[in-house]
């Protein structure tokens, strides 16, 4: 390794800690949002009855019109606080790469999916949240036509928001010292069936309103 290749690493400094504590809290209130998502948008697989009668229970508490926004708006706060340690210049992807490289570790590599899902997540959660928040009431059927017709774009957007929830989850807990050395392995592989739980349920979900999108 040259000279050139390191990079200047900043002194731990009071809001660098605070903004690691903003990132680690705003993650996992996204995280809770997301199994509960999950789990309401996959009350369709028991009926379109309790989907319609879950929506209406949102908008009636106007928690979709309030509460929709303002994940938006954490979404983009934890990004930008996140963004500050990512690899973004060529020059800065080089140096990273060279390093995992060298270092041959499974936790460098999980970081690594872990910014190029949040790039794609957060371009495609936008369009997402953008499409579902301007067509309210949201409705099964309103839902099943928009699956049917944008199909690929779901195919994108549920393995990446899955691993990188499961690999947030783990970061966490690796980071703010509950994962140790010795449990590592489990939780990587907690984590693993956790992404694959989540992708086969929402996997599900999707068929299920593609389906009844062709009714
Ligand atoms: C905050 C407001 C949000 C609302 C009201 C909402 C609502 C919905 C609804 C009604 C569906 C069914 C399909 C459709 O109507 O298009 C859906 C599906 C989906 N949404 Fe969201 N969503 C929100 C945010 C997000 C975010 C932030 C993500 C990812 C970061 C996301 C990821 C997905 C995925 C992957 C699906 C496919 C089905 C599944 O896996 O459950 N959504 N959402």
Known sequence: MTAKDTLSIPH????????DWAQMLSGA???MFMWAHLLLVASVLISTDIMNTIAEF???????QVGGPMIGMLMIFHFVIA????PFSGRELLTFWR????????????????VIS????????????????????ITAAKSAARVRELLPFYVVLLPMIELHVAIGFYRIGVKWGLIGKKSRKFFQRFEFLMSVAFITIGSFTLAELYVLGSI
Do not use: C
Not at 101 to 113: E, F, P, R, S
């Open 58 to 64: 949102f908008e009636k508490t106007y928690m979709a």
């Open 99 to 114: 390093h995992a490289k060298m270092m041959k570790h499974k936790d460098t590599w999980l970081w690594l999916i872990q």
């Open 12 to 19: 731990a400094s009071r809001n660098s800690g605070l903004f």
């Open 29 to 31: 209130a996204l995280i």
């Open 118 to 137: 949040a790039l794609i997540v957060l371009v495609f959660a936008t369009i997402h949240m953008w499409f579902v928040l301007t067509d309210l009431p």
């Open 83 to 86: 963004a500050r340690k990512m």
